[in-house]
């Protein structure tokens, strides 16, 4: 609520019965977009001082003119104010209010500038001209003919999306995704979600079934129809999947579509029939799929059979000779495990190579890059996210890409450009944090890859399986199917090497060592309330970690936390942090966050359009009110927003572990307390520490660190890939190239 307001109108007598009121919007103190519930500062004619409206609008602007009905109160922190039960604006018909209605940023390309010339040319006809002659906008300075098409796009969109707006509300539902369901479905949004509004958490990112399911009903679309019964199952399987299961035995979807939905099993189970039928969904024996998942698992299986049966495109390499080589230019011995685990990757078609942090992982790869272009072969890298695959980059001095950016998605039609049909031109390819990719990631890259090609896989298996569907590289090993070389000779321990030293004693079930020595690289600050965590954290990332290592708190340090809720949740230590370290600078309000310039921030989603990816991090570098687009700088290039897609972005100050993977920063702050219980698992926590590379500071409780470290129970994925895997290589003919049993 807003604070004490400078005018208070006369007092008024309360009445029962509902007065009409009619003015013009001063300013918006206070908007709520998900629920459309608004205060506002309106001026009525003839009055001096403006008075203070609340009630619940899809839209509202500066200038515009408010219908309300309804009552005056006295509120008591705030005083007199109007209550309205009902509230409606309407464009302005005077030249003042059109200005500063068109002012107020709601068109794209007109700022408080061009708005007074539009005004000063075309006086009260100017909304006019927009909407029926815009062609006669560029009689106006500082507009050419692409500003004034953007104009009459933006004119356009305003107007449907205020459309939607109203639709949404009047069925019980928010406001905020209006923009992108216009933007999906064009003019005829209303009539597509008429038809079937189950069809929003299909196709708009943001919205779920709940929110579709109360337009439905809304609608009057039965709560027993099949339609709702369908969409029902389809929902559950897919909240599954976000919980990284592939399939559902039959009887317990059904059992979850009942207490969804309130359905009889009889009509839940003939729901689940069509969806069959229809091939939305896929059932195998009592496992039921969506489609795609289906596709993804029978297609890993395939394409890794095809890839051990096809014969290498290039003679094979005489192993002991390459790993002298490579040990003499790299001027390094290599344990046992390391020259294992080149052996395997020189002779077999495809391998895996796993370990935790400080084993040698990297220099591994680095030591095939070498060989394999000494061979003259062509060699590609890979990495599931931005940060990864730059420190292959560095280590190797050789190209890495993203896998999305290796395969180009093409938006147009949903595909990849590289497939089995158009694959990637490489002789060698090498995927790098192979535990962060997903079952249809994974699928994606093998068709992608010739059958000619050699392949090697690198992750770390005690990590935080990945935060899509499937358990990839847990399901490769375990399958049996391909070499394996376990790497567990520490070589990283230089200053100290506690980092490393305490995520393999994670890893082993055994105490963290916390003598937070002064020259240290990880130090262990116990606390068990809540505030007094915060407060450490604030400490060490505003003035210890800067003070003593010289590191960028905006750029350089990390806070980690198992969750994005509660009081030590991802969400409320960015608003913390955000005042601490950007407390100022130009500013916009959307989706209950203020992103401010200066702002880091990730990407919550894989946007294609963009070439922006789920977990990538930049900075806000400028924030355009007049074009309504905010400016983000990842890794030195320039990705544009429209505000009415600012969900896609989250504070970056603080992240959930999860989100985390695949990343490393200069130091990391990782909070650990007994109300994360549910999260306290011994996988978490050496991943939070292995995401440190020069700092780890771990804020919390001792007894939750210990909780974390003893339940080392993973959650078991539902997915059929590894039985797959070794049914689509039982009794393959092995090649030439085929390796060793895996090292130990």
Not at 61 to 84: M, T
Not at 617 to 625: F, L, M, S
């Given at each position: 609520?807003?604070?004490?307001?400078?005018?208070?109108?006369?007092?008024?007598?309360?009445?029962?019965?509902?007065?009409?009121?009619?003015?013009?919007?001063?300013?918006?103190?206070?908007?709520?977009?998900d629920t459309g519930y608004t205060?506002?500062?309106?001026?009525?004619?003839?009055?001096?001082?403006?008075?203070?409206?609340?009630?619940?609008?899809?839209?509202?602007?500066?200038?515009?003119?408010?219908?309300?009905?309804?009552?005056?109160?006295?509120?008591?922190?705030?005083?007199?104010?109007?209550?309205?039960?009902?509230?409606?604006?309407?464009?302005?018909?005077?030249?003042?209010?059109?200005?500063?209605?068109?002012?107020?940023?709601?068109?794209?390309?007109?700022?408080?500038?061009?708005?007074?010339?539009?005004?000063?040319?075309?006086?009260?006809?100017?909304?006019?001209?927009?909407?029926?002659?815009?062609?006669?906008?560029?009689?106006?300075?500082?507009?050419?003919?692409?500003?004034?098409?953007?104009?009459?796009?933006?004119?356009?969109?305003?107007?449907?999306?205020?459309?939607?707006?109203?639709?949404?509300?009047?069925?019980?539902?928010?406001?905020?995704?209006?923009?992108?369901?216009?933007?999906?479905?064009?003019?005829?949004?209303?009539?597509?979600?008429?038809?079937?509004?189950?069809?929003?958490?299909?196709?708009?990112?943001?919205?779920?079934?709940?929110?579709?399911?109360?337009?439905?009903?809304?609608?009057?679309?039965?709560?027993?129809?099949?339609?709702?019964?369908?969409?029902?199952?389809?929902?559950?399987?897919?909240?599954?999947?976000?919980?990284?299961?592939?399939?559902?035995?039959?009887?317990?979807?059904?059992?979850?579509?009942?207490?969804?939905?309130?359905?009889?099993?009889?009509?839940?189970?003939?729901?689940?029939?069509?969806?069959?039928?229809?091939?939305?969904l896929i059932r195998e024996d009592?496992?039921?799929?969506?489609?795609?998942?289906?596709?993804?698992?029978?297609?890993?299986?395939?394409?890794?059979?095809?890839?051990?049966?096809?014969?290498?495109?290039?003679?094979?390499?005489?192993?002991?000779?390459?790993?002298?080589?490579?040990?003499?230019?790299?001027?390094?011995?290599?344990?046992?495990?390391?020259?294992?685990?080149?052996?395997?990757?020189?002779?077999?078609?495809?391998?895996?190579?796993?370990?935790?942090?400080?084993?040698?992982?990297?220099?591994?790869?680095?030591?095939?890059?070498?060989?394999?272009?000494?061979?003259?072969?062509?060699?590609?890298?890979?990495?599931?996210?931005?940060?990864?695959?730059?420190?292959?980059?560095?280590?190797?001095?050789?190209?890495?890409?993203?896998?999305?950016?290796?395969?180009?998605?093409?938006?147009?039609?949903?595909?990849?450009?590289?497939?089995?049909?158009?694959?990637?031109?490489?002789?060698?390819?090498?995927?790098?944090?192979?535990?962060?990719?997903?079952?249809?990631?994974?699928?994606?890259f093998l068709c992608a890859v010739?059958?000619?090609?050699?392949?090697?896989?690198?992750?770390?298996?005690?990590?935080?399986?990945?935060?899509?569907?499937?358990?990839?590289?847990?399901?490769?090993?375990?399958?049996?199917?391909?070499?394996?070389?376990?790497?567990?000779?520490?070589?990283?321990?230089?200053?100290?090497?506690?980092?490393?030293?305490?995520?393999?004693?994670?890893?082993?079930?055994?105490?963290?060592?916390?003598?937070?020595?002064?020259?240290?690289?990880?130090?262990?600050?116990?606390?068990?309330?809540?505030?007094?965590?915060?407060?450490?954290?604030?400490?060490?990332?505003?003035?210890?970690?800067?003070?003593?290592?010289?590191?960028?708190?905006?750029?350089?340090?990390?806070?980690?936390?198992?969750?994005?809720?509660?009081?030590?949740?991802?969400?409320?230590?960015?608003?913390?942090?955000?005042?601490?370290?950007?407390?100022?600078?130009?500013?916009?309000?959307?989706?209950?966050?203020?992103?401010?310039?200066?702002?880091?921030?990730?990407?919550?989603?894989?946007?294609?359009?963009?070439?922006?990816?789920?977990?990538?991090?930049?900075?806000?570098?400028?924030?355009?009110?007049?074009?309504?687009?905010?400016?983000?700088?990842?890794?030195?290039?320039?990705?544009?927003?429209?505000?009415?897609?600012?969900?896609?972005?989250?504070?970056?100050?603080?992240?959930?572990?999860?989100?985390?993977?695949?990343?490393?920063?200069?130091?990391?702050?990782?909070?650990?307390?007994?109300?994360?219980?549910?999260?306290?698992?011994?996988?978490?926590?050496?991943?939070?520490?292995?995401?440190?590379?020069?700092?780890?500071?771990?804020?919390?409780?001792?007894?939750?660190?210990?909780?974390?470290?003893?339940?080392?129970?993973?959650?078991?994925?539902?997915?059929?890939?590894?039985?797959?895997?070794?049914?689509?290589?039982?009794?393959?003919?092995?090649?030439?190239?085929?390796?060793?049993?895996?090292?130990?």
């Amino acid at each position: 609520m807003p604070g004490p307001h400078k005018h208070t109108p006369p007092r008024r007598p309360r009445t029962e019965q509902p007065e009409q009121l009619t003015g013009a919007v001063e300013s918006v103190v206070f908007r709520n977009e998900d629920t459309g519930y608004t205060v506002c500062s309106v001026r009525l004619a003839g009055q001096r001082d403006p008075v203070t409206v609340v009630g619940s609008t899809p839209a509202m602007w500066i200038g515009e003119i408010v219908n309300a009905a309804g009552r005056w109160v006295r509120h008591p922190q705030h005083g007199l104010q109007f209550q309205a039960d009902l509230l409606a604006c309407v464009p302005p018909t005077s030249a003042r209010g059109i200005e500063r209605y068109l002012g107020s940023g709601m068109v794209r390309g007109i700022g408080k500038v061009i708005a007074g010339r539009l005004v000063k040319r075309f006086g009260e006809d100017t909304l006019r001209i927009i909407d029926k002659e815009s062609q006669r906008l560029e009689e106006v300075e500082g507009i050419g003919p692409l500003r004034r098409k953007r104009i009459k796009e933006s004119w356009i969109e305003q107007r449907a999306v205020r459309d939607i707006m109203i639709f949404l509300q009047s069925h019980g539902v928010g406001t905020a995704q209006a923009a992108r369901i216009y933007r999906a479905y064009g003019p005829s949004a209303v009539t597509r979600i008429t038809e079937d509004p189950y069809r929003l958490c299909r196709d708009i990112w943001g919205i779920g079934f709940k929110t579709a399911d109360r337009v439905a009903l809304s609608l009057g679309i039965p709560g027993d129809s099949d339609l709702r019964a369908r969409a029902g199952i389809v929902y559950v399987l897919q909240a599954l999947t976000e919980e990284g299961h592939c399939f559902c035995p039959a009887p317990e979807l059904i059992l979850q579509g009942q207490a969804l939905l309130d359905i009889p099993a009889e009509k839940l189970a003939e729901a689940l029939e069509q969806e069959v039928r229809r091939k939305a969904l896929i059932r195998e024996d009592e496992r039921v799929y969506l489609g795609a998942l289906y596709h993804a698992e029978t297609g890993i299986a395939a394409r890794i059979a095809a890839l051990r049966a096809a014969p290498a495109g290039f003679p094979p390499i005489a192993t002991d000779k390459a790993v002298a080589w490579a040990q003499g230019r790299m001027k390094l011995a290599f344990s046992p495990a390391q020259v294992g685990a080149l052996r395997m990757a020189f002779a077999a078609k495809a391998s895996i190579i796993t370990g935790g942090p400080g084993v040698g992982k990297t220099t591994i790869i680095r030591a095939l890059v070498d060989v394999f272009l000494r061979r003259r072969l062509r060699v590609q890298l890979a990495a599931p996210t931005g940060r990864a695959a730059k420190r292959m980059e560095e280590a190797t001095g050789h190209t890495a890409k993203t896998l999305h950016r290796m395969l180009k998605y093409l938006p147009a039609n949903g595909r990849f450009e590289f497939n089995r049909e158009r694959p990637v031109e490489g002789d060698i390819f090498i995927l790098d944090e192979v535990s962060m990719i997903d079952a249809p990631l994974m699928h994606a890259f093998l068709c992608a890859v010739p059958d000619r090609a050699c392949l090697v896989l690198v992750g770390d298996v005690d990590q935080l399986p990945s935060v899509g569907p499937g358990n990839v590289l847990r399901d490769l090993i375990g399958s049996g199917t391909l070499p394996v070389t376990v790497l567990d000779t520490i070589f990283r321990q230089q200053a100290g090497g506690s980092i490393v030293v305490n995520a393999h004693r994670v890893n082993h079930g055994e105490p963290l060592e916390t003598s937070n020595a002064p020259d240290s690289d990880f130090y262990f600050i116990e606390t068990d309330d809540p505030d007094r965590m915060i407060a450490r954290m604030l400490d060490l990332v505003t003035r210890r970690i800067p003070s003593k290592f010289g590191l960028d708190p905006r750029a350089d340090v990390q806070v980690l936390t198992p969750m994005r809720k509660n009081r030590l949740g991802a969400d409320n230590l960015n608003d913390v942090l955000q005042e601490a370290l950007n407390p100022s600078g130009t500013e916009i309000a959307r989706f209950g966050r203020r992103y401010r310039t200066g702002d880091r921030v990730m990407q919550i989603r894989n946007n294609y359009d963009k070439d922006v990816y789920n977990g990538d991090i930049g900075h806000i570098r400028a924030v355009d009110e007049m074009e309504q687009s905010l400016a983000v700088d990842f890794d030195g290039r320039r990705v544009d927003y429209a505000f009415a897609e600012l969900d896609e972005l989250a504070h970056a100050y603080a992240c959930s572990i999860h989100k985390s993977q695949g990343s490393e920063y200069p130091a990391a702050v990782v909070l650990l307390a007994t109300q994360h219980f549910k999260l306290l698992q011994r996988n978490l926590l050496y991943t939070a520490i292995t995401r440190g590379k020069r700092l780890v500071c771990l804020v919390g409780s001792r007894k939750a660190v210990w909780i974390a470290i003893r339940n080392d129970h993973i959650l078991q994925r539902r997915t059929g890939l590894r039985e797959r895997l070794a049914a689509a290589t039982r009794g393959a003919a092995p090649d030439g190239r085929s390796a060793p049993a895996p090292a130990p």
